[in-house]
């Protein structure tokens, strides 16, 4: 991980070079997705007399398949921050799951020029210890070693910010601070390709307004961040690009100002 | 041009590679696994009075519950010395194995969150508990060796044995839950039928009485040795039972190599499946969150 990242980063610098040349040079890829599709596989529990079980084989649950995402092609490239718009089951969370690799596709292919690393509201942290061991967990988990978890510790917590809450167990956090912590902790590493899962929607304007600068900051250095979010004036502002997925497929992609306006239009329409 | 270049290193996220390259990163990963086992712990014993001393109590607790029931109510130790300490081992170990393999193999199933949102090489979930169970065990370790001094067992050279019949203990845990893990987490009803199966294995590994007195001509009985051998932790408990007490009847040292190669084979299995499965886990569980 840690090599890539060094190689993502001369690749940025020889693109960089470039750049100061021909301002209109391809950057290199970050990740390629080929007509990807994704299938969740469900079971629902039948609640039925026992003879009609019995006939059944015993079995109390049925499967059924929901075709999560319909085909989706897609190039990122390093640098770039793409925003993900659409109502709610569009796919937004599958397809970011699919780029980070925790979902393998049914169907055609993703390609990263890195390990992605995917950050959520829900980011798996225990509720039962501190946020300071949460913290440690974490790093640990993305590859640290001891020594340099206590050193990027103290940055970790001043960037989230919490204050006494970071001894605490974090079952007595909000929301929101949850989200801080989790966001502070991933965006410590400097992923080379950071997916964003509406991770920034329960924190308050001045934490967004940080979190925003810092991922500005993530792709001026040649990073790539992807956001998946409701927010479509964030997505305006900071996105380069947005997709507008519907139903898992591709709506419309493009330029970000473009992209939301349609989709925002679209969904005034609808209600 | 450079886009063509970079084409050549874009891979699939999340990939496993060689099962050498998967080892190394588990390798990698080794101070997440203990970050996560003492985290276990703590978490277990959050909001609790007497915190981490429970995790001396406990086992000294079941002790003595054991041995009012099975040595003065039931009056089973069958002729063996210091039977005291022979129910210590044999409940202490099976305990551990018990808890730290259940636990290993119900971790996929159970954790779908960290599956999800995380892209972590997934064998270090199962081995984080294995560590944690170790952590106990030490602490097990402890309250058996205490036991055996208060009871007028005196130390001997063969003591020395249980730091590495402890360390064959952990890896044999890892090796079933890392087998254990991936079949649990396709099959979810195991983990109802797993403690079910873990209660057979009790009985069957002379915890609470010597099982070789129960079987006649036990010299000669093939079918009730293979038995024997055929239960992965049999070998440790009758080895601990020898370090500890000298106890050696039903040849420790035959049942801990059915033992060893018990760990050998699930830790290479495990391994494997690990390597070839590393993304497929608990694909199902995903969908509670669309």
């Not at chain 1, 390990?115 to 225990?126: E, G, M, R, T």
């Not at chain 1, 917590?157 to 966001?183: N, Q, V």
């Not at chain 2, 560590?131 to 060796?145: N, P, T």
Request: charged share 20%; glycine share 8%.
């Amino acid at each position: 991980m840690k090599s890539d990242d060094a190689d993502a980063e001369e690749d940025a610098i020889v693109a960089g070079e470039a750049a100061g040349i021909e301002e209109e040079v391809v950057r290199p890829v970050a990740m390629r997705l080929d007509d990807v599709h994704c299938h969740y596989q469900v079971f629902a529990q039948r609640e039925d007399s026992m003879a009609a079980r019995i006939a059944r084989g015993m079995k109390n649950r049925e499967s059924r398949s929901i075709h999560a995402l319909r085909g989706v092609t897609l190039t990122v490239r390093e640098g770039e921050a793409l925003g993900v718009v659409g109502s709610n089951g569009a796919g937004k969370s599958t397809l970011l799951r699919a780029m980070s690799g925790s979902l393998i596709p049914t169907s055609g292919e993703v390609l990263v020029s890195s390990q992605p690393q995917k950050i959520s509201v829900a980011w798996a942290l225990n509720r039962e210890l501190t946020g300071r061991r949460n913290i440690e967990l974490g790093l640990l988990g993305l590859g640290f070693r001891p020594a340099d978890v206590s050193e990027l510790e103290e940055s970790v917590i001043e960037f989230a910010d919490i204050g006494r809450f970071i001894g605490m167990p974090m079952k007595t956090y909000s929301t929101g601070m949850r989200a801080r912590l989790g966001f502070a902790i991933a965006a410590a590493a400097s992923p080379a390709i950071l997916l964003m899962d509406e991770a920034l929607a329960v924190g308050d304007r001045a934490f967004r307004y940080k979190c925003m600068q810092r991922i500005s900051q993530l792709t001026s250095e040649a990073r790539t961040v992807v956001m998946a979010s409701h927010d479509v004036a964030s997505v305006k502002t900071y996105c380069d690009r947005a997709l507008w997925l519907e139903g898992g497929t591709v709506r419309a992609l493009g330029p970000a100002e473009e992209v939301v306006d349609e989709y925002y239009a679209a969904s005034l329409e609808a209600s | 041009m450079s886009s063509s270049k970079r084409s050549e290193h874009l891979f699939a996220p999340g990939s496993a590679g060689s099962t050498t390259s998967y080892l190394s990163k588990v390798f990698g990963l080794r101070y997440y696994i203990r970050a996560a086992a003492r985290a276990r712990i703590t978490a277990r014993n959050y909001g609790l009075a007497y915190g981490d001393l429970w995790l001396v109590l406990e086992p000294l607790f079941s002790i003595v519950v054991y041995f009012v029931v099975f040595s003065i109510v039931l009056k089973a130790d069958r002729g063996v010395d210091n039977f005291l300490v022979f129910l210590a081992v044999g409940r202490l170990v099976f305990t551990n194995h018990q808890g730290a393999v259940l636990g290993a193999s119900t971790s996929l199933a159970n954790d779908p969150a960290i599956l999800r949102d995380t892209t972590m090489t997934r064998a270090v979930i199962p081995l984080g508990v294995v560590a944690g169970a170790f952590y106990q065990w030490r602490q097990d370790l402890f309250v058996i060796l205490v036991i055996a001094l208060v009871t007028a067992e005196w130390p001997r050279l063969s003591w020395l044995a249980v730091i590495p019949l402890s360390l064959g203990l952990m890896m044999l845990n890892a090796g079933l839950g890392l087998t254990l893990a991936p079949i649990v987490d396709r099959y979810q009803d195991l983990r109802r039928a797993l403690p079910v199966g873990f209660q057979l294995i009790f009985y069957m590994s002379g915890v609470m009485f010597p099982i070789e007195f129960f079987i006649r001509d036990f010299e000669h009985s093939n079918w009730a040795f293979a038995a024997l051998m055929l239960n992965p932790v049999y070998g440790y408990v009758k080895c601990f039972q020898w370090a500890i007490m000298g106890y050696d009847i039903g040849h420790p040292i035959v049942a801990l190599f059915a033992s060893i190669a018990w760990t050998l084979l699930t830790l290479a299995v495990g391994l494997v499946v690990f390597t070839r499965n590393e993304r497929g886990f608990s694909s199902f569980k995903l969908s509670h969150e669309v």
